[in-house]
C-alpha cells in the first residue's frame, strides 16, 4: 500500500483535487466541477479512488456539484485511451497472418489485400504523431475509436477549439483532388471520402450529445498523408480537407470548449461503452 495524499488546487478558473504519490508525484487528479477523474498510475487505481471517495462524496452532496456528471475512468477494459494509432488495422493484419513468419512473409510478398491495411497502419502513425504535439496546447486525443467490426474513427481530437474527427488517407506521392463528395486520386474514380467523413462526425455528435448531456459540436477533417498535390474545390465547407502537416494549424483554435467541457467530453469519448449502438 502506497500512502496516497489529496490536495485542492484552485488556478485558471478550475478546482481540483490531486492525488499524490509519498514523493510528490502526481497519480491522479479529481475535476470538482465536471466530477471527472483523471487517473496517471493505473497501478494505484483502487487506492486513488479509495482516497476521492470522501471528497467526491462531498462534492455531490454541495449545491451545484456533480453527482449528475460524476465520472471515474472506465475499467481498464473499457478505456479506449490505451488503443494505440491504427489499432484495428494491426488486429486485421494480425488475424490474417497469426504468427511472426506469416506476417514478414507476407510483407515480402506484399500481397494486395494485405499492402492497403499496411498503407493505410503507416499513414494513421505518421497524423498520430502530428497530434502529439498538440496536447501542449490542451488538446487530448483517442485513436482507433471501434464502431463496429469493419468500421472505426481513425483519429478523435478533443479541446479548447471543438472537436474533430479525423479520417486518415495514405496517397503518399500522389495527386489528390477532393471534391464535395468525393476525392480523386490520380485523377482516377471517385471515392467517397468526403461522405464518409461526414457520416463519422454525425455518429461521434450522437455518442458525444447523449453522454454530456450538453450540445458537442464534432467536425469531420479528411488529412491526406504526403501527398504529391493536394487541391480542395472551393465550395467544400463542411469538410476540412488537409495534409498531414498542416494538422498544427489546429492547436491555437480556442473559444469552443471549456476545460470542464473538454474533460467532459473526453471522459466519455474515452469509454467504449458510450459508442454501444451508434451504428
Known amino acids: 500500500m502506497v500512502a496516497l495524499r489529496v490536495s485542492e488546487w484552485k488556478r485558471h478558473g ?7 504519490a ?32 470522501p471528497y467526491m462524496i462531498r462534492s455531490a452532496a454541495s449545491p451545484g456539484g456533480v453527482a449528475s456528471t460524476l465520472r471515474t475512468p472506465p475499467p481498464s477494459d473499457y478505456d479506449l485511451a490505451s488503443r494505440r494509432p491504427g489499432q484495428a488495422l494491426r488486429e486485421k493484419i494480425r488475424a490474417d497472418c497469426p504468427s511472426l513468419i506469416q506476417r514478414s512473409l507476407e510483407w515480402a510478398l506484399r500481397r494486395p489485400e494485405n499492402a492497403s491495411w499496411r498503407t493505410g497502419l503507416r499513414g494513421e502513425r505518421i497524423v498520430s504523431r502530428e497530434l502529439v504535439r498538440l496536447r501542449r496546447h490542451g488538446w487530448r486525443t483517442l485513436h482507433s475509436i471501434p464502431l463496429s467490426p469493419t468500421w472505426d474513427i481513425d483519429h478523435l ?14 496517397h503518399r506521392g500522389k495527386t489528390v483532388w477532393v471534391g464535395d463528395h468525393v476525392a480523386r486520386i490520380n485523377y482516377g474514380e471517385g471515392r467517397p471520402y468526403p461522405r464518409s467523413s461526414r457520416r463519422e462526425a454525425a455518429v461521434v455528435k450522437k455518442v458525444l450529445d447523449r453522454g ?58 474515452r469509454d467504449q461503452r458510450s459508442w454501444t449502438g451508434a451504428v
Open 157 to 170: 481530437l478533443i479541446g479548447p477549439g471543438g472537436v474533430f474527427s479525423i479520417n486518415t488517407k495514405h
Open 22 to 53: 509519498p514523493d510528490g508525484k502526481a497519480v491522479a487528479w479529481f475535476d470538482r466541477r465536471t466530477g471527472h477523474v483523471e487517473v496517471v498510475d493505473e497501478r494505484l487505481r483502487q487506492q486513488i479512488l479509495e482516497a476521492l471517495t
Open 212 to 269: 454530456c448531456r450538453f450540445a458537442v459540436e464534432v467536425k469531420p477533417v479528411l488529412v491526406f498523408v504526403k501527398p504529391a498535390k493536394l487541391t480542395v474545390q472551393p465550395s467544400l465547407q463542411d469538410v476540412r480537407a488537409i495534409e498531414n502537416r498542416e494538422l498544427s494549424a489546429l492547436s491555437p483554435l480556442t473559444g469552443v470548449l471549456s476545460p470542464e467541457q473538454v474533460d467532459a467530453v473526453y471522459a466519455v469519448a
Open 14 to 20: 478550475l478546482d481540483r483535487l490531486y492525488v499524490n
